[in-house]
C-alpha cells in the first residue's frame, strides 16, 4: 500500500503510531497559532489534524464531546453557567446546549480558524453555535480565567489540545488556581487528561497540580478514543466540594439523544485499573 494514501500519527516514547486510510487532503493551513489540516478519509469521515496530531474525525468524535460534557454536568448540582476553554471545533457546546438547565455557555478558543474550518468540514458539530445561550469568544483562555471574577462560573471544560504550545500553560498549577477563583460554590473544572496508558506521569502531575491549586475532590473518568494514541482516553474533575452528587435519576432521563454516554457508562467510566489506583496512591 502506498503509504502517501495514509495519515499517520507517530506517539513518540510509545513505540507505536495509528493510520487513517485518506482519499484526499481538503485543506491545510498556517494560522497564526498552529498547523491545520483536513482530510477526507476513507472510512471515517473528515479528519481534522493540528500540529500533526488528531483532533477530530466524523466518525468517532461523539466518544470525546459527550465525555467531556455530560459527567460533569449530571455531577454538578445545578450548572448555569458554563465556560469551556479550547473546543473549537464546537462539538463540545454543541453537547453542553443540550441541557436545558444551562443558560449561558462561553466558548473562548484563541484560534478562530479551528472553528471557521469547523464550520465548513464538520458543520454537524457547529450546528448549535448560534444559540442564544452561545458566545464565541477567540481570545487567550488562560487570560480569560485569570481576569475572571470570583464565583462567575459553574463549570469550567477545559477541552484543550496535549500540553504544548497554545496549550501547555492550562495544565499548571497557577492556572487551577484562577479556576478555583473563579468558580462558583459547587463550582467543577474538567479537562481532557490524556491516555492513562501513555501518559500515566502526566495524569499524576495534573491531578497534583489541581490538589495543590486547592481542589481536594478529584475524578477521573476513562473512555474510548480510537483516534487519540493508545485509543483509550481519560477527562478529571475537579471540584470545590465532594463530587459524590451523581444526578443518576436525571441522567437515566436525559431529554435528549446521545451516542454513547448513558447513565451506565458514567458509572463504569469511574471505575479505575489497579495501576491507576497506584499511581494514584489509592
Partial sequence: MNPTEWFTEQAPGAGSAFSLKIKRKLHEEQSDFQFLEIYETEDFGNLMVIDGCTMVSTRDNFFYHEMMSHPVLFTHPDPKRVWIIGGGDCGTLREVLKHPGVEEVVQIDIDERVTRLAEIYFPELCESNDDPRAELK?????KWVKDAAPGSVD???VDSTDPV???EGLFGEAFY???LNCLSENGMVIQQSESALYHLNL????RNAMSAAGFDHLQTLFFPQCIYPSGWWSATIAGKKALGGFKQED???KPFATEYYNVDIHRAALAQPEFVKRAFGG
Avoid at 203 to 206: D, I, L, N, V
Fill in 251 to 253: 441522567s437515566a432521563n
Fill in 165 to 167: 504550545g497554545p496549550a
Fill in 138 to 142: 477567540f481570545i487567550d483562555g488562560i
Fill in 177 to 179: 488556581r484562577d479556576c
Fill in 155 to 157: 463549570i469550567i471544560i
Fill in 203 to 206: 495524569m499524576q502531575a495534573m
